[in-house]
């Protein structure tokens, strides 16, 4: 997994049970006990996950909260507060400010493990959605889902798309006829005719990226590859 953490919790009984369990989980953690560092700290870190307790010290969480969402290099980090029952109107604030989520104190381990797979999870389809690769003047916009050359539109498919997102997401690195079925039709693929499929697709695909100079590299009895140049 290898997710990184920021805890800002001055209460060190609860940072230490939150940073156990974490770890356990897999997580990465960084901690900061007081509300002034934690803004700091999430520039410098860039945790996946802030969780954010509102009663700190000196800056309290609403304050930390506004403050990273401020800056443009932590904006989107996203952020799960930690309340206490009788902070309704600072759920509702810190919740307005950007936070993604809040968890209310006392809380059991395991809700608040299944809240921080669900806000990771709903960011990493927020950015992969947002996400714009490029490989020479070959740019793949997602949040358009919008394939450029020299800034004018390729005639690609939606399908064909998918599987141009999947191969240059993926780096240089080869992937597998199953990995590309899952990734651009969501299937696990088990069926020799399910991967054929994707050889037929990536067949056109290849036809206009040739047009463009680009190309897609078949590796014998594997799969695919796309020249990120």
Known sequence: ????????????????????????????????H??????????????????????LPGLDGLE??????????????????????????????????????YVTKP????????RVKAVLRRSAVIGEALQIYQAGDLELDCSRVLALVKGKPLDITAREFELLRALMAAGGKMLSREALLEKAWGLDASLEVETRTVDVHIGTLRKKLRAEGKRIITVKNYGYRFENQ
């Open 1 to 32: 997994m290898d997710e990184k953490i920021l805890i800002v919790e001055d209460e060190k009984d609860i940072a230490r049970m939150l940073d156990y369990n974490l770890k356990k989980e897999g997580y990465r953690t960084v901690l900061a």
């Open 34 to 55: 007081e509300g002034s560092a934690a803004p700091l700290l999430a520039a410098k870190e860039r945790p996946r996950l802030i969780l954010l307790d509102l009663m």
């Open 64 to 101: 930390v909260c506004r403050r990273i969402k401020m800056d443009a290099k932590t904006a989107s980090i996203p952020i799960i507060m930690l309340t206490a029952k009788g902070e309704e109107s600072d759920k509702v604030v810190g919740l307005e400010m950007g936070a993604d989520d």
């Open 107 to 114: 809380f059991s381990i395991k809700e608040l493990l299944s």
